[in-house]
């Protein structure tokens, strides 16, 4: 239902221009959940936001992107080529694609309550008004479990919890009826024990209504949970992508290797978590070859830091970039 | 809501007492009393001299040998209970009558300034945070600097120039001729508006120049914030988004100091009354205060004072009609 290739952004900065993406490729298909992970500034979320043309003014999208989305009237919709402030576009936000960002509270304007922000949607969205659209954002509430949603659509976002926040947030979102659901983090501002339940009502959800979801995070112990295939994201690029068991029981690239390790295990609770070791190059000074090569432990000497991987394809459908699995890279 | 409503209420009803006695106070500051003033221009030059018990006599007659507490009770009783601002003794008549109409016409200058600041600045400031970084936020920032730079004074001088060139000479004052001492008409009304805009253009100017740089501020902040975003990821078109999220926000400092616009508005009041010949209450008080009449100056500062504490009550409840947070005391 949605492909992505050669998508590439840059930023216009005071420091000169940054591209934080390249070249950046992915597919979600009907009914499935693409996880992406990845350390923070990895560029998942300005990818995401590409999605839906919310990048802000100084962004660039390199123009051999080609985002295509196939709406829910089956019409194929080329996201690049959408006018700023048309319809299509407005119809595409929200009423295609739906967004739940990291911050349920900031996600919300505090001056006006969960109901109108819901109905407002509902209105622009489904064409309801009156008593049928304060209807649906009740019914929206209590599929999402929140608890006496009559009142709670009457109250404004300070007076809810952050779980009951974020499930409120995932209400208005899907109050436009969105057919692929791109969440961003939804859960790392929420305690562990309320994470969980959120989680796990979006898997369901998702599954329930069978919309494609994009699911961002930076723990893959959560892609474990929720995806169907998984994107590995390094500086701006992909490096490993797969269905998620695939790719968790058998990590090609070196990067998620280390992503693996890194998740906090139970039987492990005494050993430290080992995060990926050295820092993240700053995107304004990306590494030449792999961008990896920098911290990674198996890098070629000589042919890593000068050549950039191709991708390369593994069996079921696995792709991965880097040079260890290159079969016809010549020997160093 | 309702508490919040009364906790205001009591806490404006406390200012407005604590700042009677202080009004009371200033009004028994200056040496000496009108008893004295009095027989002084009485008989000063007519060769009889005037003896401690005279001015007794006539102190006693004033009503202002009696303690300061019994005076107070009796000054703000008249007030509280009949809205009798006492005898202005100068004038051989009462204070209500001396500045009656001068309240009403500096409470209507002080309105047409605030309209006139509120309705520019708010949707000008909107559109320079919107349109960032473009030639009419350049403009508008020169005009800013411009604006808190030129003494208000100055800028009545140079307006009231032009105003009598391209309107002809009858731009001073708050009146025509014909009108200045008819009664209240619709044609009368009318005068006054026309007369009323230059002095509040005027009055309104720096504070134009500071709301227009605070809601330019305050929303290019709201522009950035992620409900925005998320408003417009749901589909919202950008026009009303703008106006329903973040201008609506953009407005709170603006209601929130309209208490300080006020007190600012009257400390220019007089010096731009001066210049554009208008007759208000700050000259008055002026007045009233050298020739040691304190029912009148008494009076004109407690007015302002109570228009200053009055607003700010009025700018809380605005306020939390406008922000929910500060209604339910989130
Ligand atoms: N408005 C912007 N102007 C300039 N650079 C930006 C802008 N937004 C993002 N970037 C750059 O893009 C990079 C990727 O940002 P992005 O928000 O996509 O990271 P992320 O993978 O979502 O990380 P996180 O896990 O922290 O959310 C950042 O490191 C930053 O340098
Ligand atoms: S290409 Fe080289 S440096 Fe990059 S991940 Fe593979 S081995 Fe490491
Ligand atoms: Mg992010």
């Known amino acids: ?332 | 809501m309702a508490r919040f409503l009364i906790e205001r209420l009591f806490g404006m009803i406390v200012t407005l007492f604590l700042v009677s006695i202080m009004v009371f106070f200033i009004m028994e500051l200056p040496p000496g009393d009108y008893a004295e003033r009095y027989a002084f221009r009485k008989y000063s030059g007519t060769g009889i001299t005037m003896t401690e018990a005279d001015v007794q006599a006539i102190r006693a007659e004033l009503g202002l040998d009696a303690p300061a507490i019994t005076r107070y009770l009796d000054w703000m009783g008249g007030i509280v209970l009949n809205g009798d601002f006492g005898p202005a003794y100068a004038f051989d008549t009462s204070v209500n009558n001396i500045i009656g109409d001068k309240v009403w016409l500096t409470l209507g200058l002080l309105f047409a300034t605030l309209i006139v600041t509120y309705v520019i600045s708010i949707p000008v400031g909107i559109y320079a945070a919107v349109r960032r970084g473009g030639l009419a936020d350049y403009g508008l920032t020169i005009f800013s600097y411009l604006g808190l730079a030129l003494p208000n004074f100055l800028l009545a001088l140079v307006m009231l120039y032009f105003a009598n060139l391209w309107f002809g000479a009858s731009i001073g004052g708050l009146f025509s001729p014909q009108y200045a001492e008819a009664p209240w008409s619709a044609a009368k009304f009318w005068d006054l508006v026309k007369h009323l805009w230059l002095p509040a253009a005027v009055l309104a100017w720096s504070a134009m120049a500071y709301q227009i740089q605070t809601v330019r501020a305050t929303m290019s902040d709201e522009l950035g914030k992620l409900s925005v975003m998320a408003a417009r990821a749901r589909g919202v078109p950008e026009a009303r988004l703008l106006l329903k999220y973040p201008a609506r926000l953009a407005i709170n400092p603006v209601v929130s100091t309209i208490g300080f616009d006020v007190n600012r508005i009257f400390s220019e009041l007089p010096i731009v009354a001066v210049v554009l010949g208008l007759t208000e209450l700050g000259d008055l008080l002026l007045k009233s205060y050298l020739d040691l009449d304190m029912n009148v100056a008494g009076a004109i500062l407690l007015l302002l004072t109570v228009v200053i504490v009055v607003m700010n009550f009025v700018s809380d409840l605005l306020l939390a009609w406008l922000d929910p947070r500060i209604r339910l005391g989130g």
């Open chain 1, 1 to 332: 239902m949605l492909t992505v290739e050669n998508l590439t952004i840059s930023f216009r900065t005071d420091e000169g221009r940054i591209t934080p993406v390249q070249d950046v490729g992915f597919s979600v298909a009907e009914g499935r959940t693409l996880g992406i992970v990845g350390e923070s500034g990895s560029g998942k979320s300005v990818s995401t936001k590409a999605l839906m043309r919310l990048l802000p003014g100084n962004a660039e999208i390199g123009r051999e992107a080609r985002m295509r989305y196939t709406s829910k009237s089956g019409e194929d919709i080329a996201i690049e080529a959408l006018k700023p402030g048309s319809r299509a576009l407005r119809r595409l936000r929200g009423g295609e694609i739906g967004m739940i960002f990291q911050e349920p509270m900031a996600s919300f304007s505090p001056v006006y309550t969960i109901g109108n922000q819901i109905m407002e949607t509902v209105r622009l969205h489904r064409g309801l008004n009156g008593t049928a659209a304060r209807d649906l954002a009740v019914e929206m509430l209590t599929k999402v479990g929140i608890s006496n949603p009559g009142a709670r659509v009457d109250q404004y976002p300070h007076e809810l919890s952050g779980g009951m926040r974020q499930r409120a947030m995932i209400a208005l979102a899907l109050s436009a009826g969105p057919r692929l659901l791109i969440a961003d983090e939804p859960t790392t501002a929420l305690d562990v024990t309320i994470q969980a339940q959120v989680l796990d009502l979006m898997r369901d959800l998702q599954r329930d209504l069978g919309m494609g979801m994009i699911f961002i995070t930076h723990d893959l112990g959560v892609i474990a949970h929720v995806a169907d295939d998984v994107a590995v994201m390094y500086l701006g690029t992909i490096v490993e992508t797969g269905t998620a068991r695939e790719v968790l029981k058998s990590p090609a690239h070196p990067y998620t290797r280390g992503l693996i390790k890194a998740i906090p295990r139970l039987d492990r609770l005494d050993a430290r978590l080992e995060a990926v070791p050295g820092d993240i190059p700053s995107p304004s000074a990306r590494p030449t070859g792999c961008p990896f090569h920098t911290r990674c432990a198996e890098a070629i000497a000589g042919l890593c830091e000068r050549v950039t991987p191709p991708e390369v394809r593994l069996a079921q459908g696995r792709r991965v970039r880097c040079h260890l699995h290159d079969e016809t890279r010549a020997v160093a």
